[in-house]
């Protein structure tokens, strides 16, 4: 007969989160030897530095879930979601996050560029992005990462800004009212984005 003990850790880790961290795990009773046996034997992927997915977990953008439980209001911009948005061909090998100012860094497994925005305007365009039925992560709308590409120009290059911004007004459900109003928000780039529009339109 099998000792009910010895399944007390698998029902441990079922009731933790797709993605975890090691402490979540410590604290449900998972021990050091039972996390790293099932990270062996395939029952977990360790997506971060102490933090793992379950893969019966159904999740998307497998990727991005190390980022997530790390840092939950971290949210994919610039590059990353021009790219996602299809407003840009490029696809970057480095994923693009912003983070609010002041917040730390947390350490991942996939090529990441952090960004520090200011938290006044962080949530501006920003939408969630299911990635299991319990962890999710940020995403620009197609305004507000086209206001952040003229915004950091000085960094990103004018012409990656040019580029989204041309392929955005081809398309048919495109509003220019709506990122001028998103613009407003940030003085310093909205005038370089009005006589972007007026070039082409």
Partial sequence: MSDPSARSPDRSVSELPD????????????????????????????????????????????????????????????????????????????LDIAIPRGRRVPKVAVPTRWHHFDRATFTIGRVRLSLTSDLEVGLYSPERSIVDAFRLRHHEGTELAHIALKEWLSRRSSRPGALLETAAHFPKAEPAIRRALELLL
Avoid: K, N, W
């Fill in 19 to 94: 993605a975890f961290t090691y402490g979540q795990a410590l604290r449900a009773g998972v021990t050091d030897r039972r996390l790293r046996a099932m990270t062996v034997d395939g029952r977990l992927e360790r997506v971060g530095r102490g933090t793992y997915v379950r893969r019966d977990a159904e999740a998307r953008d497998v990727e991005l879930l190390g980022i997530a439980a790390r840092a939950p209001d971290s949210t994919i911009c610039l590059r990353s979601a021009l790219s996602r948005h299809d407003l840009i061909d490029e696809i970057p090998f480095e």
